[in-house]
């Protein structure tokens, strides 16, 4: 059965330091799909990155990056000099390949917290 | 930003009324997805839809039920709330490129729903 574990309940920092967000899935398909969606304190969904089975290149957004590893089943996110403005929930999920409708299955979300 | 709104935004109901929310979208995506909210619990899917008058269900489908008469407008009902239905109801979008589904999913403002 398809599963997202993000261990990591809620993250306080101080700003400018670095926080990395973890992500565990469990899948049979060999095809799937990883996300991140940020949910800052008002409340709406805001789509980071989507990152397909078959491409394990790590990618760099700014102060933003995920590092893909197909060996461990993780898909974490790495803030680096976090800002007050990261402050929110973050969420990783999963779309299976096999059920071609584009469902998620979301983990339960990281609040994090950045202190000035 | 994809084009999603929900109404209403915030309902407060009481035990045994139907309730019914609904999701617009402006961009002529194929599929549209009804999640639920809860502290614990991440999102959770509810019903989804492929095309006019093509649902199914998601993981938490009880007492929910759905229609699509129209590309553009997706509505959940509840035909009896109960007060394990207060949560926050987000609708979300999904693109689809020919007979593939592109699966980064948009999400509308979140709808607030409280069963008394």
């Known amino acids: 059965a398809q599963k997202v574990t993000q261990a990591q309940t809620e993250i306080s920092v101080v700003e400018k330091e670095d926080v990395t967000l973890d992500c565990v899935y469990e899948t049979r398909d060999t095809t799937y799909y990883l996300f991140w969606y940020k949910q800052p304190p008002s409340g709406e969904l805001v789509f980071l990155i989507r990152?397909?089975?078959?491409?394990?290149q790590n990618e760099i957004s700014g102060r933003y990056s995920w590092n893909f590893q197909k060996s461990t089943s993780s898909f974490n996110f790495t803030i680096t000099a976090s800002q007050v403005v990261d402050s929110a929930v973050y969420f990783c999920?999963?779309?299976?390949?096999?059920?071609?409708?584009?469902?998620?299955?979301f983990g339960q979300g990281t609040t994090l917290q950045v202190k000035p | 930003d994809a084009g999603i709104t929900q109404s209403p935004r915030h309902k407060v109901t009481e035990t045994g009324t139907p309730v019914t929310l609904r999701c617009h979208q402006t961009e002529n995506h194929r599929y549209m997805y009804w999640y639920r909210q809860d502290p614990g619990h991440g999102l959770r899917l509810i019903h989804y839809?492929?095309?006019?008058?093509?649902?199914d269900k998601g993981e938490v489908s009880d007492g929910y039920s759905v229609s699509r008469s129209k590309t553009e407008d997706f509505l959940l009902t509840l035909e009896s709330a109960t007060s394990s239905q207060t949560s926050v109801y987000f609708c979300?979008?999904?693109?689809?490129?020919?007979?593939?589904?592109?699966?980064?999913?948009?999400f509308g403002p979140g709808t607030r729903l409280t069963v008394t």
């Open positions: 990152r397909n089975s078959f491409d394990e």
């Open positions: 999920a999963l779309s299976e390949g096999s059920s071609n409708t584009g469902k998620l299955i």
């Open positions: 979300a979008i999904s693109e689809s490129r020919g007979a593939g589904v592109l699966y980064e999913q948009y």
């Open positions: 839809s492929y095309g006019v008058k093509d649902t």
